[in-house]
């Protein structure tokens, strides 16, 4: 029977810390050590584990091998249970401590993260939350590589192997810009903006969402405008250069700029955006994770329930649409105008 490698717990953090960074010197500086500690350990691993994990080029710093990818997420999966089992260890005053590090969908971020890393702070004092801003598929591989322990984001195409809890749903909505006639309603349906022009959130994922939500309605849309950025999309809607699908809706109705927009629900029956805590499948979740994960739920639904302006009850509001479709059968606007 062949004897097992003796590899240390310094050699795995070490290996870690200069696969995140593709460079033993920045990894040397984080732990206080010479440079020459990481690479005599990293070659000392490989050597022990039998295959290459780093290709050093001169001046270039380095680039994982396909094995050493493969090898970083299974030790960051080890050194994410290590700290488990360290942490129910010291639990005696249930206390959860160290760092946890979360990726949050870029479009999420601003309605979530802050509230979210306040109630961490108030709540869990020696806890330090690390946040990555991601899109779709950055967010799958953050967890599939181990870079974070949770994903807060859209149930955006994760995959089999990627465990996650729906907390809140997202419904879309339409924006106008505040001068449209349509800006007064509760409520539109999707083919009164048959002949409006679209400003689309671009993102991977998102974009294709958008799309199909119109498309529901029988709705090709004339794209005239797109951006990966949620602001910039709401500024191009108040200058009346079209009109947008969101998911997320701001606590006031003002841009970047000082204009506006109009938010209005739509009549159609269109799907929401499931918004989910999702972590890598079988993965014990440390107690920092499981923490998190109690105040991500709290602070998603405690955000959805707060209303915003120009939101109304859907009581009633059926009736008022449907007699504006008979006396202004399709809204020809300034967005038309350029």
């Given at each position: 029977?062949?004897?097992?490698?003796?590899?240390?717990?310094?050699?795995?953090?070490?290996?870690?810390?200069?696969?995140?960074?593709l460079?033993?010197?920045?990894?040397?500086?984080?732990?206080?050590?010479?440079?020459s500690?990481?690479?005599?350990?990293?070659a000392?691993?490989?050597?022990?584990?039998?295959?290459?994990?780093?290709?050093?080029?001169?001046?270039?710093?380095?680039?994982?091998?396909?094995?050493?990818?493969?090898f970083?997420?299974?030790?960051?999966?080890?050194?994410?249970?290590?700290?488990?089992?360290?942490?129910?260890?010291r639990?005696?005053?249930?206390?959860?401590?160290g760092?946890?590090r979360?990726?949050?969908?870029?479009?999420?971020?601003?309605?979530?993260?802050?509230?979210?890393?306040?109630?961490?702070?108030?709540?869990?004092?020696?806890?330090?939350?690390?946040?990555?801003?991601?899109d779709?598929?950055?967010?799958?591989?953050?967890?599939?590589?181990?870079?974070v322990?949770?994903?807060?984001?859209y149930?955006?195409?994760?995959?089999?192997?990627?465990?996650?809890?729906?907390?809140?749903?997202?419904?879309?909505?339409?924006i106008l810009p505040?001068?449209?006639?349509?800006?007064?309603?509760?409520?539109?349906?999707?083919?009164?903006?048959?002949?409006e022009?679209?400003?689309?959130?671009?993102?991977?994922?998102?974009?294709?969402y958008?799309?199909?939500?119109?498309?529901?309605?029988?709705?090709?849309?004339?794209?005239?405008?797109?951006?990966?950025?949620?602001?910039?999309?709401?500024?191009?809607?108040?200058?009346?250069?079209?009109?947008?699908?969101?998911?997320?809706r701001?606590?006031?109705?003002?841009?970047?700029?000082?204009?506006?927009?109009a938010?209005?629900?739509?009549?159609?029956?269109?799907?929401?955006?499931?918004?989910?805590?999702?972590?890598?499948?079988?993965?014990?979740?440390?107690?920092?994770?499981?923490?998190?994960?109690?105040?991500?739920?709290?602070?998603?639904?405690?955000?959805?329930?707060?209303?915003?302006?120009?939101?109304?009850?859907?009581?009633?509001?059926?009736?008022?649409?449907?007699?504006?479709?008979?006396?202004?059968?399709?809204?020809?606007?300034?967005?038309?105008?350029?």
């Amino acid at each position: 029977m062949s004897k097992r490698p003796e590899i240390t717990l310094a050699q795995l953090r070490y290996f870690v810390a200069a696969a995140e960074r593709l460079s033993m010197t920045e990894a040397a500086q984080a732990f206080f050590v010479a440079q020459s500690a990481i690479s005599a350990a990293i070659a000392q691993l490989e050597q022990q584990v039998g295959v290459q994990l780093f290709i050093r080029q001169r001046s270039k710093g380095l680039v994982l091998t396909p094995a050493g990818l493969q090898f970083l997420g299974d030790v960051r999966a080890l050194l994410l249970s290590l700290d488990g089992a360290l942490d129910s260890a010291r639990g005696v005053d249930n206390q959860v401590r160290g760092t946890v590090r979360i990726a949050c969908f870029v479009t999420l971020a601003p309605f979530l993260l802050p509230e979210l890393i306040t109630r961490c702070r108030t709540a869990h004092p020696y806890l330090d939350v690390t946040v990555e801003e991601v899109d779709a598929e950055d967010g799958r591989e953050a967890l599939r590589a181990g870079r974070v322990e949770l994903l807060l984001s859209y149930d955006f195409a994760l995959g089999e192997t990627v465990e996650r809890e729906v907390v809140v749903q997202a419904p879309p909505h339409v924006i106008l810009p505040a001068g449209h006639p349509l800006a007064g309603r509760a409520q539109v349906f999707l083919r009164e903006l048959s002949r409006e022009k679209l400003i689309l959130l671009d993102l991977p994922h998102s974009r294709d969402y958008f799309l199909r939500v119109l498309s529901s309605a029988g709705l090709e849309p004339d794209i005239r405008h797109r951006s990966g950025s949620y602001e910039t999309v709401r500024s191009l809607v108040a200058h009346g250069h079209g009109f947008s699908v969101l998911n997320q809706r701001p606590a006031h109705d003002l841009t970047y700029d000082g204009h506006s927009v109009a938010a209005l629900s739509i009549a159609d029956d269109v799907p929401s955006l499931p918004v989910v805590v999702a972590s890598l499948r079988g993965v014990r979740q440390s107690a920092r994770a499981r923490a998190v994960s109690a105040i991500i739920r709290d602070v998603a639904v405690r955000t959805a329930s707060v209303p915003r302006p120009g939101t109304r009850h859907r009581h009633g509001t059926e009736r008022q649409v449907s007699a504006t479709l008979q006396t202004h059968p399709s809204s020809e606007s300034q967005m038309n105008r350029d």
